[in-house]
């Protein structure tokens, strides 16, 4: 168990004034504060709104120390969290630590780029010995699962279970919707980075293509454009004939043709 002799945790937590009021950046402070290993917090302040991944980025050449993690302003790690991620990075020898409960590396890929781990930042522990990538900064959105994919692979990843609360409200960038192009746009780039710097994730990119045009389609749906609803849920049929898909595709055929 870490003790006395525990390594310095450096922690980067990127901060927006527009985005986080000032009262959740303290309270998740004080949750980096109340951890069982030394902890050096590292506030990376984006007033000119660049984006988390310039902030990470930043926050990766401030930090001296081997080890470190990221928070982020809204959200609160639980007790002893640190602690249980460098037990199991020394029983490991892997790279990187997030949420989660084991896996193997191919189930880790495929569920990280198909969206059923999206929300893994706050929970990331870094061995910067082992890992060299950095963030993505010309992706506005996946710039950390791309990231999470490049380290994990890299570096090998451990997982552990229940290691932060997140918390949604008005503010935060996440509650902010692209339009539908933009959404798209970003995804096909998101994805193109993927294929070409994680082979492991080869087998999974179409299914990404199928899933990000699938679910623009939905939103066309829903705000009543049906023509582009069913662009695309045609280009993802042609991907792959997925069944949900083409049942949203006859949703939005009836909806037009049987208003």
């Known amino acids: 168990m870490p003790g006395d002799d525990s390594p310095t945790v450096s922690v980067v937590i990127p901060y927006g004034p527009k985005f986080t009021p000032e009262s959740m950046l303290a309270e998740a402070r004080e949750t980096v504060a109340a951890q069982s290993v030394p902890t050096e917090c590292l506030v990376v302040e984006d007033t000119d709104h660049r984006g988390p991944a310039w902030a990470r980025n930043r926050g990766l050449e401030r930090a001296d120390t081997r080890y470190v993690a990221f928070l982020d302003a809204d959200d609160l790690w639980e007790p002893e969290k640190l602690t249980r991620q460098l037990d199991r990075m020394a029983e490991t020898g892997a790279g990187i630590c997030v949420e989660g409960e084991p896996m193997s590396m191919d ?16 929970s990331i522990l870094l061995d910067t010995e082992q890992v060299s990538t950095t963030f993505e900064e010309g992706l506005t959105r996946g710039e950390d699962l791309l990231f999470i994919l490049e380290a994990a692979t890299e570096a090998g990843v451990c997982l552990c279970p229940d290691l932060y609360t997140r918390r949604s409200h008005d503010r935060s960038v996440t509650a902010t919707e692209l339009p539908v192009t933009d959404y798209v746009a970003v995804d096909k780039r998101f994805a193109y980075l993927v294929s070409q710097r994680v082979p492991e994730a080869q087998p999974y990119v179409e299914p990404y293509y199928v899933q990000s045009f699938t679910q623009a389609g939905v939103s066309c749906h829903e705000a009543g454009a049906y023509d582009r609803a069913i662009d695309y849920y045609v280009r993802a049929l042609r991907l792959s004939p997925h069944p949900f898909t083409a049942a949203y595709l006859c949703r939005s055929l009836v909806a037009k043709y049987l208003p």
């Open 107 to 122: 189930d880790f890929v495929y569920r990280v780029l198909l969206g059923d781990m999206a929300a893994l930042t706050p």
